[in-house]
């Protein structure tokens, strides 16, 4: 589950300790990829979840002893279209606070969204278009989005308005993609369940991206895969005409493997962003942006259980930035009852990606208890 502390790295230090109860079906061990139902069936269906959270270095939260807090009402609907031929559709809704878009960037201006809703065809056996709001295809997602997504802030879990073909032959994977923004509107720049790392609709958003990604399977156990994305970055300061003065470019290889029980994954990303110009010169920022990225995930099943550590480390390459290098680690406990998963996951990073892309330092320690279900 992604929890709201994330996105409110504005400071330049901070320290505390979170307990959280997450009910909810996104904290599955599943990554947010675009499978719709089989196109045989049709399936709507919701979930709900909320959280408790306990924050000891809080003073009116240690004294009310935590808070129950991020509730959210979720709805489903993926499969096909009737008798329409080979015609596909996936949506998620989200409403209330914990649905983790934010009202002041997001394009209805209040707590509920559209996590993603895309319309797609077969093209034969081995490939799929859809249009709509999709998962960018660029690397891998973690096992569990929240708290693992740590320092891919930006790359992990992105889901963008835009149209996209996926594929495969033989030992080959390819997706191509055009994202014409990263959300629904004219302004926003929420993203959702990446927020926080693309701008706001005051200052920048991502718009005009275009996305490739190859993937390569040397065995059934193990694969290699290249992924590049590229576009441009539209100013939101205020001149009505809206100028696209930035851009935006990043890298990512990595690698996948699972060896009986063991499984593994590990990238490194090089990004770079080139800020709209009045934006960086009004609130004094270097126009380029620049940053490496090392992530890995290792786990090891033991029947129903699953037991894995998300690792990632960031470099910043800005010229002038003052920040070091940091790194975050966060080891987990999953356990499948059947209908969800329970979670045991501790987070502990010494440092954050802000909404620039820009490296910055700050001490975050969290300890979550999650459970989720289906219905």
């Known amino acids: 589950m992604k929890f709201p502390p994330e996105r409110s790295y504005t400071i330049t230090s901070l320290s505390l300790v979170a307990v959280g109860l997450c009910l909810s079906p996104w904290c599955a061990a599943q990554s947010e990829e675009d499978a719709a139902a089989d196109p045989a069936s049709n399936l709507l269906s919701a979930g709900v979840w909320g959280t408790y959270q306990y924050l000891p270095d809080d003073p009116a939260n240690k004294n009310s002893g935590g808070e129950f807090t991020g509730e959210a009402l979720i709805l489903y609907a993926d499969g096909d279209a009737g008798d329409t031929g080979s015609w596909l559709y996936s949506a998620e809704f989200r409403a209330g606070p914990g649905s983790f878009t934010d009202p002041a960037n997001n394009s209805t201006g209040d707590e509920f969204t559209l996590h993603k809703a895309w319309v797609g065809w077969q093209l034969g056996q081995n490939n799929t278009v859809r249009v709509g709001k999709s998962q960018v295809p660029f690397g ?44 629904w509107g004219s302004t926003s720049t929420d993203t959702v369940d990446d927020n926080g790392h693309w701008g706001s609709s005051t200052t920048y958003r991502k718009v005009k991206t275009w996305v490739g990604n190859v993937s390569y399977a040397l065995t059934e156990q193990h694969a290699i895969g290249v992924s590049l994305q590229s576009g441009k970055l539209q100013d939101l300061t205020g001149d009505p005409s809206r100028p696209v003065t930035g851009s935006h470019e990043a890298a990512v290889v990595y690698y996948e493997g699972v060896l009986g029980d063991f499984f593994s994954k590990a990238s490194y990303i090089a990004a770079s962003r080139d800020l709209p110009e009045s934006y960086a010169t009004s609130a004094q920022l270097p126009s380029s942006i620049k940053n490496q990225r090392l992530a890995a995930e290792v786990g090891y099943n033991i029947g129903p259980w699953a037991i894995y550590l998300d690792a990632s480390a960031a470099e910043p390459d800005t010229q002038g930035s003052n920040a070091s290098s940091i790194k975050a680690l966060a080891p987990g406990v999953r356990y499948d009852y059947g209908p969800g998963w329970v979670y045991l996951e501790y987070l502990n990073q010494d440092g954050y990606i802000d909404r620039n892309g820009q490296v910055g330092e700050g001490d975050f320690e969290a300890l979550y208890l999650s459970l989720d279900f289906y219905l």
């Open 140 to 183: 891998w997602k973690t096992s569990n989005f929240w708290p693992g997504d740590i320092l891919l802030a930006g790359y992990g879990d992105q889901m963008d308005v835009g149209v996209k073909l996926t594929g495969g032959a033989y030992n080959l994977h390819y997706d191509a993609a055009y994202y014409h923004a990263d959300d």
